[in-house]
């Protein structure tokens, strides 16, 4: 396994949110992280991203503690879309694609060709090419959204982590930014997500981290591990699990406490 | 974006940037020769010329050698700092109201360099005096802003804070000087470039061609630090680092301008934004902004000596006139 953390404690400050935590990512799953509120989820991929030190335990990349790797390097093979990014005054959107060549670049190589080429294909594969020379202050969310990917595209790693990609997006701008994931690792790449919504869980993970309270509760493929009394236990909803009509994958459906409108 | 390549070495500039800086230049070189030239006795300009050669009348070399040379020179250096320095410290809080005036940095260079002149330092006692309260003052504003990290928006409301305090100060150990410290301290805490001789220019030289290769080192990493800590650690740099060499290099050239020339506001905190948006390049950048500060300084100086002529304004109110009207239009234009 290219990417793992074994016997992680996660905390802020003074607020401990996973102790002995082990998290496998399978190479070239895409592997999606869900949970209630507050569960750890966005903390354990923050700590895959190194972008939070464990206070015990450690991640590992390609067999090394990832701490030990040169920063850079480490920026070359895994890519990470922060749940916010700020969109600095003025910027263009192929400038912006352009900055994830930062791990590839230095002070006196600027812009090679290789460079060049990673944000044409990036834009391209993001569908914002037409958008180049826009501001991207004056994009909408689902293009914004899909400007930032074509930015972590643009750094060319093999591990590609997102945190709530589709958080501030509306439901068609959250199925193209899915779609999109989707067609990134069917290229080959290993992308891990941090993701609300279990249909679209289900619907596009092959591999599923449900995790409460600090604790991995089950993962595996969501086809075989998704049921009734998982969600019961994780969520504290009552449900029923019928299949997806398109896809084929496990559906939630939520039992709420009133049933108000009976049928005619 | 035009690149220019040469085997594996590659640099990239936007051509709007370029023009924009040696635009800068020849307006900056233009200010600096009527600076030279005019005045109370005028130096024709083939004179000046001569006289940068070694070859110039005496009369020439006195004039402008010794008395408005060093002053156009003083003006350029300090204004280069100051504008880099708002450059880093914009760039660093993301806002542009992070520069040093708001920041509390100049605040603590003035109460530095006024407690030096009330104790009746010299010259070179209260350069010292106002780069040790500048260096003092940015490391208390980090320490109070500071909760596990130090987010923009409460350094510059602590920085505002602690300058406001140390305004006290400055007018309590007014208070209490002799009237002729008072005056002399009066005038210093303007910002000012009148009777500025080589003394002062050339540690300010000596400053910049120290930190200029720093400030291109960090210019890059600061610029990715623009879109968040998370985006810069994910292109692999070290935030804290970059944050910690930035906010020194930021203080130092503060410290050591408002050591030549005491606390001038305004020329941090506008040139980086006038520099951006002449530029129209994302985010600040470093060498227009230098440029910028250069320009407004020696332009502001010039204005200075010569709209109220015969009477000399230090540059220091005409900055601060000029600041306001600008922030104004700043805070105007951020509401809407």
Redesign the interface.
Known sequence: MRLYGSGLTLSY?QRVVATELDVTIPDGSFTVIIGPNACGKSTTLRAL???LKPRAGAVHLDGSVITSL???????RL??????????????V???VG??R??H?R??????KQD?AAVAFAMEATGVTDLAERCVDELSGGQRQRVWLAM?LA?ETSILLLDEPTTFLDIAHQIEVLDLCADLHEQGRTLVAVLHDLNQACRYATHLIVMREGRIVAEGDPVEIVTAELVQEVFDLRCEIIQDPQSGTPMIIPESRRRTRTPA | MTVLRLGMWSLRLSPRGVATAAGMIVVGVAVSLVALSTGEFTVPIPDIVASVFGRGTPAAELIVGKLRAPRVVTGLLVGAAFGLSGAILQSLTRNPLGSPDFLGFTAGASTGGIIAVVMGGSAWQIAGGSLLGCVASAVLVYALAFRNGVQSYRLILVGIGVGAVLVSVDWYLLTRANIHDAASAGTWITGSLSGRGWEHAIPVACALVALLPVCALVSRPLRMMEMGDDAAKAAGIGVEKVRAVAIIVGVLLCGVATAAAGPVIFVALAAPQLARRLSRSPGVTMAASALMGAVLLVTADLAAQRVFAPVQLPVGIMTAALGGTYLVFMLRKERR
């Open positions: 400050d991203a190194r972008m040169p920063s850079k390097e480490v920026a070359r890519g990470l879309l922060p749940q916010t990014s700020i969109v600095p005054d003025g910027i263009t192929a400038d912006l900055r994830g930062y791990p670049q002070l006196m190589r600027q812009w090679s060049e972590a750094q």
